[in-house]
Structures are given as structure tokens and as C-alpha cells.
């Protein structure tokens, strides 16, 4: 069966300082991969997604990257934190057609000091 | 604009007392999904409903497809605190209408459920 990895679970960080969070998944190869961010009262808003490694398009204009190194691994970066990147980011990966569900990592909660 | 609106954005009811949420699409939807979240957690995968007229369960918890108003439902059946959490449906939406879907979320239902 599939699984999808999401580290870590919780991170403080201070204004300025860079970002990593890292998702992989097992069980499927070639899944579509995504990067969703959460905030309060205003639902999931996608970020990034990737159909193929080095196959990233970006959703919204903003001070993070997401990069595709390996099939089942997707990593969002940041080389220097604003306070309003603070949330909840979820990965979550899908089969390649239309009308799959797309299965969520356990999230990684960022706070901006 | 909100191209899915769920409603009503929180809800609380008394252990073993049934419930719907509603899920409206101001667009065409070509697949319907239902999430559950719970604080702090990742979303858990339901059901998806494709074809309008589309039933299906999982345990207590129902979903139907209403293809003509665009709508999804969501019933639950004697409802326990185990179903409390935030409930929110997807769609695979077609924004250019040249069939490149995304799939767009609504922003939840929290749904409480008192003992």
C-alpha cells in the first residue's frame, strides 16, 4: 500500500532564516506531488505541484520554491522566512489521471518568530 | 471568489443526532471529493463521488452527487464524538474549459459533537 512521509511535524523558525520541509512517498511511482498551505478560515491554497521530477508549476507568487530531486520526493524551500509564511503546509501525492484522489501527508505546522 | 461553497462552516450536534453538510459549485464539476481533518492533522481521504445521482458510504457517513445543481451532501447517521473534526469536500474543476482540471477545496465544515 502507498504511504506518504511529511517531516517534520512541527517547526519554529526565526524571520530570515531558510526553510526546508521534505515529503516522500512509497508504494507508487510517478505519483503527482503537491504542496498545500493552510491557513486559518481561508481553507487549503495549493502551491506548488509536480507531475514528473524537475516538472514543478507554481501556483501563487511567493517567497517559497519547491523542488523534485528523486520520483516519490518533494521538498519546499525558503531561502529566507516572512512572518506571513507561517501555517500548516500538507503534502499530498495522486495518480497521474483525472478524477484520483489526491492523499495527504500529516502536515508540518511553521511558526515565524 | 469561492468556487466551492460549503455550508454551514461549523456545526454542532448532540451524540446520535443525524446531519448534512452541503457542498455547492458555482462551476462544472467533473469529480467530488470529501475530506476529514482533524486538528492539527493531515486530511483522511472519504469518498469521491463522479456520475450525478452517485451514492455512496463509508460506515455512518453518506455522500450524494447532485449533478444538475452542482451539489454534494454529506449525511451523517447517529452521529458519535469520533465523527467530530472538519469536514471539507474537493472538485476537479475545469477553469479554461480546454479540460485541465484542478482541484479546488472549500474552506470546511467544523463539525462538534457534544456527549
Known amino acids: 500500500s502507498q504511504t506518504i512521509h511529511q517531516w517534520p511535524a512541527t517547526l519554529v523558525q526565526p524571520v530570515g532564516s531558510p526553510l526546508s520541509l521534505e515529503c516522500t512517498v512509497e508504494g507508487t511511482s510517478n505519483p503527482n506531488l503537491y504542496w498545500y498551505r493552510q491557513a486559518a478560515g481561508r481553507g487549503l491554497q495549493l502551491l506548488f505541484y509536480s507531475i514528473g521530477i524537475d516538472q514543478i508549476s507554481s501556483e501563487v507568487p511567493q517567497n517559497l520554491s519547491a523542488s523534485r530531486p528523486q520520483d516519490r520526493q518533494f521538498i519546499l524551500s525558503s531561502k529566507k522566512l516572512l512572518l506571513s509564511d507561517s501555517g500548516f503546509y500538507l503534502c499530498?501525492?495522486?495518480?497521474?489521471?483525472?478524477?484520483?484522489?489526491?492523499?495527504f501527508g500529516d502536515g508540518t505546522r511553521l511558526s515565524i518568530l | 471568489s469561492q468556487e466551492l461553497e460549503q455550508s454551514p462552516q461549523s456545526l454542532i450536534v448532540q451524540e446520535g443526532k443525524n446531519l448534512t453538510i452541503n457542498c455547492t459549485s458555482s462551476?462544472?464539476?467533473?469529480?467530488l471529493y470529501w475530506y476529514k481533518q482533524k486538528y492539527g492533522e493531515g486530511l483522511i481521504f472519504l469518498m469521491m463521488?463522479?456520475?450525478?445521482?452517485e451514492e455512496k458510504s463509508h460506515e455512518k457517513i453518506t455522500a450524494k452527487l447532485d449533478e444538475k445543481k452542482q451539489q454534494s451532501s454529506l449525511h451523517i447517521t447517529a452521529s458519535q464524538p469520533s465523527h467530530a473534526g472538519i469536514y471539507l469536500c474537493g472538485a476537479d474543476i475545469d477553469y479554461s474549459g480546454a479540460g485541465s482540471y484542478q482541484l479546488t477545496f472549500g474552506k470546511g465544515t467544523k463539525l462538534s459533537v457534544i456527549p
Open positions: 463521488l463522479q456520475k450525478g445521482g
Open positions: 499530498a501525492w495522486s495518480g497521474g489521471q483525472i478524477n484520483q484522489p489526491q492523499h
Open positions: 462551476k462544472t464539476l467533473y469529480g
